[in-house]
């Protein structure tokens, strides 16, 4: 009964706004939304064919890549740079300035330095989720508490023993906070400069259908782009639970 | 970044009791800036260089020197104020629209457990669906025009608000909101001086992430739709092949984006006065 409830809670809503929806498109409705059968029958027909072999693929790859190359570059630049003081200051007012330049303007950029390419797209993407990753990795490592550092020293912990047990560790929540910005930012940048220059890619497949006015295929491409959203936080949810789940629990029990 | 984090980096905020062998208060207070300038003025002089013998040619990475030129001159052209305040309205519309929805959206939600629980799925679903899909349907509603902009920051930013006003809603304290109840307070009391403490801080974190997002977006959609604004004028830079107007253009946006961060940064500690975060006792 209780899980037939939580059930109920879940698809509730749901189930009320398409029908809400469909009965909203029944009667010729609205010229710029499809009606619930022609979207699914247009996701099918553009999605599940080729069109996921030659647009959605390509993209998810892109975007894929420049989230790997910035969480390695953010996690490891971030150590090295948050636990050395001058280098931090050095670095800290250039980094802010950096990371305020709003990302999406870049794509003009290196679309004129690289060209139209898949290089270029990664890079757009690691250009843009590099920073949150990279300035929470580096606050992460400056702000660990000192009784933990010493207690580490104390132990003799050095090098890679220091980073995988004391450091990373340390910082991993924030570092995990900087990913999940990250992948709401990856997935915009990666849309974006497809958008902008691209010969495939979702948003290139999406612009396409709006120029040429094809509605339902271009709702496709947006529900595309929601489910991929959705199955990426979802992703980040799991993992996050995983590796961080000492902490949810010390936090749990700190607030008892 | 929270305030507090920010509080505690200042060599200032570090208790005098702590080992000061280590901690930055042995460190004279001006050396982080000298080092931050000595940094800055470091990288400006490896661009230059690089754009004079690298491998990529001053035409396309044009040097500092003629960058910042061009960003001097451009603060002299009416035209190119005109476009900063395009992108500027954007972002400021759009920010307190999407604000002033997500604190009565969300007062109203969270304040009750069967919307709460009801409208949970959805918000899940919704929230991460990227703003960005939908600048081809922005684009075919208003063409480009203000709305388009406004349709995309709106949606990016509503979810981004909301979530936080869920979080600050179910965070007021059980036996606060008990005590409020025993001393009768009616409805507007309960929200004045129960419900908006609580909520503040969780609003204010939620308002700077958009504030952030919506330059981002304002900026993205200008570039694709060619809504006037700085975007447009970068994606015309580009397509006549202009690099140093392109690079003065992106000097321009990151020292906006700063100023936001100033900003928004700035406006949640004087809020924010009164809260634990600012006063730099706990950690958020």
């Not at chain 1, 060209?115 to 702000?143: E, F, R």
């Not at chain 1, 047990?165 to 915009?188: D, E, N, T």
């Not at chain 2, 004079?52 to 451009?74: C, D, K, M």
Request: aromatic share 10%.
């Amino acid at each position: 009964m209780k899980t037939l409830k939580s059930l109920g809670y879940f698809v509730g809503l749901p189930i009320v706004l398409i029908a809400a929806w469909w009965a909203a498109t029944q009667g010729g409705g609205s010229f710029y939304v499809p009606d619930p059968d022609q979207l699914v029958t247009a996701f099918r027909t553009v999605w599940l064919g080729d069109g996921f072999t030659q647009d959605a693929l390509p993209s998810i790859a892109r975007l894929l890549v420049g989230l790997a190359l910035s969480i390695v570059l953010g996690v490891g630049l971030g150590i090295a740079i948050g636990s050395i003081d001058w280098v931090r200051w050095l670095l800290s007012p250039l980094l802010e300035f950096l990371r305020a330049v709003p990302s999406t303007i870049m794509i003009p950029v290196l679309l004129l330095l690289i060209g139209i390419n898949d290089a270029m797209k990664v890079t757009v993407i690691v250009l843009g989720c590099l920073w949150p990753i990279l300035l929470n990795t580096i606050k992460g490592v400056a702000s660990i508490d000192e009784v933990q550092s010493d207690t580490g020293r104390v132990y003799g912990l050095t090098g890679i023993d220091r980073m995988r047990y004391l450091v990373l560790p340390a910082a991993s929540p924030q570092i995990f906070a900087g990913i999940r910005q990250s992948l709401a930012v990856g997935l915009v940048l990666m849309v974006v400069s497809e958008m902008f220059a691209a010969t495939e890619g979702i948003g290139y497949a999406i612009i396409n259908f709006q120029n040429r006015i094809d509605i339902p295929e271009m709702w496709s491409g947006i529900v595309l782009l929601g489910l991929l959203g959705v199955a990426l936080s979802v992703l980040f949810q799991i993992v996050q639970g995983r590796v961080l789940g000492w902490y949810e629990g010390l936090k749990e029990s700190a607030n008892d | 970044m929270s305030v507090a984090q920010r509080e505690l980096e200042k060599p200032v905020a570090v208790p005098p009791q702590r080992d000061s062998s280590r901690t930055p208060s042995a460190v004279a207070p001006y050396k982080p800036l000298l080092l931050g300038v000595a940094g800055s003025l470091g990288f400006l002089l490896i661009w230059q260089v690089f754009s004079a013998i690298g491998p990529v040619g001053s035409h396309y990475l044009p040097p500092p020197t003629v960058v910042f030129a061009e960003f001097v001159e451009n603060l002299s052209d009416p035209d190119f104020w005109t476009s900063v305040g395009y992108t500027l309205r954007a972002w400021l519309i759009g920010l307190v629209v999407s604000s002033v929805a997500a604190i009565v959206v969300g007062v109203i939600i969270g304040s009750s457990t069967f919307l709460r629980r009801a409208t949970h799925s959805t918000i899940e679903f919704l929230r991460p669906i990227p703003a960005v899909a939908l600048i081809p349907l922005a684009a075919l509603l208003y063409g480009p025009a203000l709305s388009a902009e406004l349709l995309i920051v709106v949606y990016a930013c509503f979810w981004i608000v909301l979530v936080q006003v869920l979080y600050g809603v179910a965070d007021v304290d059980k036996v606060a909101t008990d005590t409020a109840l025993t001393l009768q307070m009616n409805f507007w009391q309960r929200v004045r001086y129960l419900l908006f403490p609580t909520l503040l801080p969780f609003l204010m974190t939620g308002i700077r992430l958009a504030a952030t997002v919506a330059l981002i977006l304002s900026v993205g959609v200008e570039l694709i739709i060619g809504t006037p604004g700085l975007g447009q004028d970068v994606a015309l830079a580009q397509i006549n092949d202009d690099a140093p107007a392109m690079f003065a253009l992106i000097v321009t946006s990151g020292v906006l984006g700063m100023l936001v961060n100033w900003l928004m940064g700035t406006i949640e500690r004087k809020v924010l006065f009164w809260h634990a975060s600012v006063r730099g006792g706990v950690k958020s």
